[in-house]
């Protein structure tokens, strides 16, 4: 089950972080932005190359620090069908390097539309006599909020081809609260979709004791993260809101059950973009990216102890 290959994967490295992908253009060091559009103009195609060997640089640097890497398909689907193509291969070649991958796509829709999401995202496609892969990635996040039968055929997927998914609870974001603490009967949106995680991993649970449907719960509210650890015991979270949104290490411990597992937390502008801050224009944009990452891993193992 894929959550027992992140939490694996997250042992080995003494690293509980995922580092998201979600690259603009101006985010981009000049010199890649440059060497692109020279080939290509300043295009789609050049914001795509370019976005390709920035991604690439990062995972080569990263690969052996984080255990998993998140691209934002939003950022990839503002270029079109090249952006596309860059997160499929951003994908694949972070699998190549030994990492997990999540890809953040927030989908939700029913019925036949989210069984071809599924199939899009983590399972395959028909063509004649041949079972075809598209994006081929180890986990996506969902939006829940058309309620469960949007969610059944990746549950369906993620079961025949060992893949898991984040259903969105309490998020990071400062509306969330708008509808998600909103009472709802006995219950308050974001503890509905919490449990609706818990019950669809129900008899699904690996080795650490986690079933394949886990929850996104936010750094920027320690205390609905502390509650809902304690009310989903068997629910892996994504914890996103670390560093630019103003989440802590100190937040985030709240994630984690008592042997350090079962959480994984996010950061992306503060390694993607640690460049910008070492003045040296983005030459050193891989060691800048590594340096974050070291010290988001250290940071949050003053918290947290894993295993």
């Known amino acids: 089950m894929s959550f027992d290959v992140l939490q694996k994967k997250i042992i080995e490295k003494r690293n509980p972080t995922v580092a998201g992908l979600d690259p603009k253009p101006e985010q981009i060091p000049p010199h890649i932005l440059k060497m692109a559009c020279d080939q290509y103009g300043e295009t789609l195609a050049g914001a795509a190359e370019a976005v390709w060997q920035f991604n690439r640089g990062l995972i080569d640097a990263l690969s052996d620090v984080v255990p998993a890497v998140k691209p934002q398909s939003a950022y990839y689907e503002r270029l079109g ?64 909020y058309m309620g469960s039968d949007t969610v059944l055929p990746f549950v369906d997927t993620c079961r025949k081809y060992g893949k898991c998914l984040f259903l969105l609870a309490k998020t990071s974001n400062p509306g969330s609260g708008e509808l998600q603490n909103l009472t709802a009967g006995d219950r308050l949106v974001y503890q509905l979709l919490g449990d609706m995680a818990e019950r669809l991993g129900a008899g699904t649970e690996g080795d650490y004791g986690y079933g394949l449907a886990g929850a996104v719960t936010g750094a920027t509210y320690p205390e609905e993260l502390r509650e809902l650890r304690a009310r989903l015991p068997h629910t892996f979270f994504l914890v996103p809101g670390y560093g630019a949104q103003g989440g802590t290490a100190e937040d985030v411990q709240y994630a984690f059950d008592r042997k350090g597992c079962g959480a994984v937390v996010n950061a992306s502008r503060s390694i993607m973009c640690a460049w910008q801050k070492t ?16 010290a988001m891993r250290d940071a949050i193992g003053q918290y947290v102890t894993i295993l």
């Open 81 to 144: 069908w090249r952006g596309m193509e860059v997160m499929e291969r951003t994908i694949s070649y972070a699998q190549e390097r030994g990492l997990f991958v999540i890809a953040d796509v927030k989908r939700g829709d029913i019925g036949s539309t989210a069984q071809a999401y599924a199939d899009g995202w983590l399972g395959e496609t028909q063509v004649g006599e041949s079972a075809c892969s598209a994006f081929h990635a180890d986990c996506v996040t969902l939006n829940g």
């Open 279 to 294: 003045g040296k224009g983005g030459a050193d944009f891989q060691e800048a990216a590594r340096a974050a990452a070291e």
